[in-house]
């Protein structure tokens, strides 16, 4: 760091241990507004740093990939490379399912958010090595050994990439930042932040990091630049502590509000009693389900009016889904679908038509199409529909006893596919897993365990909705 003038605080140390790796910690109090660190962005290895820049450049690679080409170059130069110290520190890969043994993920992962995506990410980066480092190796515009560029190192490189780098700005995009990237995750409880010097704004340039993408990364604080990244390349980036710490403490970092399954997926951890994590629920899964209780015309018909009045779930590349939060409440979506699937035939084609008139009332918002839509089905008008603001409050609209065992039904469907241990057998697993020798299972339970927890609460949210109704139509 001293040779690449990355300026480092006194109160800052370095600190190892077998469960935490090599992390910072607090030799002196801290407290809100000190400067601890000022990094050169020259000093940061980008695609614009890396001695790669110009075949990185010629070949019109771009993001995540061309940083991950730009690490494996560096790591090929040894001593020659102006990164060698700081890539010595890293380790050859981090533990991430991408480069777990696929017999373990199938095992560890199986049924979890993260099943089908790790799948899925090994296809694509097998395809972005065969239709991009490859034919540049092929081409020799590198004067490099091609089997240092091989398969296993690109996902080796692409685990560093995604687990570490920050997107500095439009010129360098994305970067390994030294000593920005050993400061460990905490949720909700961050010391430091990452920013640019330049900045005097309070505004964040914040990604939604909730989800499992491999390539949304860490942002650097108001990092805005002009088109051409003129003016702000050669500015200084810094750490500056947001909330005290106290001598002795490791001074955490956040790499955003991520649930287990993101958590897991980048960086090779998760956190207990995560309040971010979620539970998805496939459309495919729901159209099952009716086609068993109904039949398949049924789902089909019942789905299609479902988009005719505007609805979706959210989607995510060939899957569309719902999503099940934390505390074990449903998406609004699903509810609806399952009204309508669960409707009686007359009131089903009362409904086809006034559809149109549902549909053209986009400026009154979520919660009034909804009113309109439960009063155009009810036997009778209630006026008092129209003074609710509330989204919990709509919920309560499409209570019944159908739609409760609707849910009950999914949620079981949905926890078949962990395989055939129960909650209770994942929990036991877990209490005597140990986090630093078995790694892969402990985190790997946390999640599972997390994410049954999730289901376990949607089942008492349905019933909830079935007592309801009981105790007010005795």
């Given amino acids: ?38 990094i050169p962005r020259g000093a940061c290895l980008t695609p614009r740093t890396t001695g790669a820049a110009a075949a990185i450049k010629a070949a019109e690679l771009g993001g995540c990939l061309a940083l991950a080409l730009a690490v494996m170059y560096e790591r090929v130069r040894g001593s020659e490379s102006p990164w060698d110290a700081y890539l010595r520190l890293l380790p050859d890969r981090e533990s991430v399912p991408l480069v777990w043994p696929a017999d373990e993920t199938e095992h560890l992962l199986a049924g979890t958010e993260l099943d089908k995506i790790v799948k899925q990410d090994r296809e694509f980066l097998c395809e972005d090595w065969k239709e991009c480092i490859e034919p540049l190796m092929s081409a020799g515009e590198l004067d490099v050994d091609p089997d240092d560029f091989s398969l296993e190192n ?14 500095i700005d439009s010129y360098h995009g994305f970067g390994m930042v030294p000593l920005a990237d050993l400061f460990n995750h905490k949720t909700d409880g961050e010391h430091v932040h990452f ?45 500056i502590i947001v909330k005290d710490v106290n001598e002795g403490e490791e001074v955490y970092n956040t790499y955003g509000t991520m649930g287990n399954a993101a958590l897991l997926h980048r960086y090779g951890f998760t956190e207990p009693d995560n309040t971010y994590d979620i539970v998805n629920i496939d459309l495919a899964l729901a159209t099952e389900w009716c086609t068993s209780m109904f039949s398949s015309r049924h789902a089909r018909t019942r789905v299609s009016l479902w988009r005719n009045l505007g609805y979706s779930g959210c989607t995510s590349q060939d899957a569309e889904y719902f999503e099940v939060s934390y505390d ?83 949620a079981d469907m949905r926890e078949s596919l962990y395989g055939s241990n129960t909650l209770d057998d994942d929990e036991k697993k ?45």
């Avoid at 760091?1 to 800052?12: K, P």
């Avoid at 088109?227 to 702000?232: A, F, K, N, Q, R």
């Avoid at 086809?352 to 009778?380: M, Q």
């Avoid at 877990?430 to 365990?449: I, P, W």
Wanted: hydrophobic letters at 35%; proline letters at 2%.
């Fill in 154 to 167: 690109y996902f080796s490189a692409k685990t560093l990439v995604s687990s570490r780098s920050f997107q």
């Fill in 328 to 410: 074990g409440e449903p998406q609004l979506e699903l509810l609806i679908l399952l009204y309508i699937i669960t409707l009686k035939p007359d009131v089903y084609d009362k409904l086809i038509c006034v559809a149109h008139d549902l549909t053209d009332d986009e400026e009154h918002g979520c919660i009034r199409r909804v009113v309109k839509f439960v009063n155009a089905t009810s036997s009778s008008q209630n006026s008092e529909l129209n003074g609710l603001e509330k989204l919990p409050d709509v919920k309560k609209l499409l209570h019944s006893e159908s739609i409760s065992s609707a849910l009950l039904s999914l």
């Fill in 430 to 474: 877990l209490q005597t897993c140990c986090c630093v020798s078995e790694r892969k299972l402990y985190h790997s339970l946390v999640l599972r365990v997390s994410e049954r927890r999730i289901l376990d609460r949607l089942r008492k949210y349905a019933s909830s909705w079935s007592k309801t109704k009981k105790r007010k139509h005795p």
């Fill in 195 to 239: 920013t640019s010097a330049s900045d005097d704004s309070d505004s964040e340039d914040d990604d939604d990091q909730s989800n499992a993408s491999a390539d949304d990364q860490s942002t650097v604080e108001n990092s805005t630049s002009s088109p051409s990244g003129m003016g702000v390349k050669d500015e200084d980036l810094e750490m």
């Fill in 1 to 38: 760091m001293r040779a690449h003038a990355v300026v480092c605080s006194d109160a800052l140390r370095l600190d190892v241990t077998e469960a935490g790796g090599v992390h910072v910690r607090a030799i002196a109090d801290l407290r809100e507004g000190d400067l601890v660190s000022t």
